[in-house]
């Protein structure tokens, strides 16, 4: 079967258009191959894809083309000269034509979706797996498409029968091949024989359950050129390659090669190999995968990502930030605007804000995640957008620090009390103080946090952006009494039955005083909790 659905061509990415286009919404495409989305990237305020971490997953790509087109996946001269020629880039308005069409010409047949010849390199995908795989046992479509039930796994937004699987579109083919390379399980998989030895053991992607935070500019043309990091003096573009770059397929027998620079960093980290099979009279739809591991040998340490908070560990470890979907965006604020922010697991604020601060935008964050265990259980999908915030990051100005640091720390603050004054009710309601009261910390939980968040963006917006205020132009006195107010009134609502019987109501009051900080003290090994 020959190569079809090239990616540069083919309108596969779904995009937003900003409004200066410059025709009716209805007259512009919905989708886009990679080449036009380069060359109209001025004109398209991001990508419309739903699925985050896809979404996360196709940006990391396009860092690493839009530092190939723009020449800026080098820094010879240092980080001085880098951002220079960035800023030049920037003020130009759009990504370079000429190292578009150049970059397109020499690696065009390396973006064929599917190419099942005796020579074919698929993109992202290892076309030996058709004969070191077992035919007659491949993943299946249902597999591929994260948000499928497949096995006895619980269906998200679709049903479908393993028996009879429905064939996948290319464009969703695309965005779940992505999210495989990146996102994908640890554990049992599909069994692959190399050099005479079966294995079906895979380790899980690079991002496994993280949370990647990635600097939004106006249009996709500000956010990629915001998203790149500047590569190390030593990195040579003829060694720091994207894997459809290879001049050869990588051997499965050996460990992975350790990455070189920022644009084997962003691509050529996957612990996944894939093979879509297209079905035979459409070749748009995808009937059939291959999904298996790529390497014997797995993966050492978690690799360097510039987009993940990094912690550490009371066991002094380093590790990402998961992500948490009961988790809004706001609560990691401080961690993305302060260079050392406060928390005992000493968080470290993704390195690509470093250098989106030298741009002359004020650029939102967007986070995209996917809440997963380290093996096979996804939950759910994360993806929250700030208002523009980077004019308040600390580099920009000092007095951030006071101002975000104290805002955030007051809607923690009453949260966590409100924790305790529902559980410590309900416990002293049913007389029973080993009772986890989760649900009734639930809903105080449902009650705040949406308020809170409301509450912080409001008074966000009101701190001082020109850096003459000492504290910022936060209001704390009065901030502290609106995050208390919620969390009494939420404290009320969830107690309100409770608070009809006697019993009830003295349970409420007692522990009502949680919510103003108990100033009693406790016993040896008794929580606030209790």
Not at 81 to 102: H, K, N, S, V, Y
Not at 191 to 198: A, D
Not at 512 to 521: A, I, K, N, Q, S
Request: aromatic residues 8%; glycine residues 8%.
């Amino acid at each position: 079967m020959p190569a079809t659905t090239n990616i540069l061509y083919e309108p596969l990415v779904p995009v937003h258009w900003a409004p200066h286009a410059g025709r009716p919404d209805a007259a512009l495409p919905p989708k886009l191959g990679l080449r036009e989305l380069l060359l109209r990237s001025h004109d398209i305020e991001g990508l419309a894809i739903a699925d985050a971490p896809a979404h996360s997953a196709l940006l990391r790509v396009l860092y690493a083309l839009t530092a190939r087109v723009t020449g800026l996946d080098e820094a010879k001269k240092g980080p001085e000269d880098w951002l220079a020629r960035r800023d030049d880039l920037l003020e130009e308005g759009e990504l370079p034509t000429a190292g578009i069409e150049a970059y397109v010409t020499a690696y065009c047949d390396r973006f064929f979706l599917f190419d099942l010849s005796a020579d074919g390199r698929p993109w992202m995908q290892d076309p030996r797996l058709a004969q070191q795989c077992d035919a007659a046992s491949t993943a299946g479509v249902n597999k591929l498409v994260v948000t499928r039930p497949s096995g006895n796994n619980h269906a998200w937004w679709s049903h479908g029968l393993d028996a009879r699987p429905d064939p996948l579109p290319a464009p969703q083919a695309l965005l779940n091949l992505l999210t495989w390379h990146y996102w994908g399980p640890s554990g049992r998989c599909s069994s692959r024989e190399v050099n005479g030895e079966k294995s079906a053991s895979a380790t899980a992607g690079p991002l496994r359950s993280a949370l990647s935070y990635h600097p939004e500019g106006a249009t996709l043309f500000e956010t990629l050129l915001a998203g790149l990091v500047p590569p190390e003096r030593t990195v040579d573009r003829e060694q720091d390659r994207c894997p459809w770059e290879w001049d050869e397929l990588p051997d499965p027998d050996g460990p992975p090669t350790a990455p070189t620079g920022p644009c084997s960093r962003l691509t050529a980290l996957s612990m996944h190999a894939l093979l879509l099979v297209p079905d035979e009279d459409d070749t748009s739809l995808v009937r059939d995968a291959y999904i298996t591991w790529a390497y014997r040998k797995g993966r050492g340490a978690r690799p360097g990502d510039d987009y993940l908070i990094w912690q550490i560990s009371k066991q002094g470890n380093l590790y990402p930030r998961s992500a948490d979907s009961q988790r809004a965006l706001w609560r990691d604020l401080d961690a993305l605007l302060l260079i050392g922010p406060p928390g005992a697991a000493q968080p470290r604020r993704p390195e690509v804000f470093e250098w989106a601060l030298e741009l002359a935008l004020d650029l939102r964050v967007h986070a995209l995640g996917f809440e997963q265990d380290g093996q096979a259980k996804d939950t759910q999908f994360v993806d929250s957008v700030t208002p523009p915030v980077l004019a308040l990051a600390e580099r920009r100005s000092a007095r951030t620090r006071p101002a975000v640091g104290r805002l955030r720390a007051m809607g923690e603050l009453f949260g966590r009390r409100l924790d305790r004054a529902v559980r410590r009710a309900w416990r002293i309601y049913v007389n029973d103080q080993k009772d986890s009261a989760e649900a009734s910390a639930q809903e105080g939980a449902a009650r705040y946090w949406p308020a809170a968040e409301a509450e912080f963006w409001a008074r966000f917006r009101l701190l001082d952006r020109t850096g003459t205020s000492l504290d910022g132009g936060l209001d704390a006195q009065a901030a502290r009494k609106a995050f208390l107010g919620l969390a009494i009134r939420a404290y009320d609502e969830v107690t309100a039955s409770a608070a009809r019987t006697q019993r009830g109501a003295r349970a409420v009051e007692e522990a009502r005083v949680e919510l103003f900080g108990d100033p009693r003290p406790r016993k040896p090994g008794q929580s606030s909790a209790a």
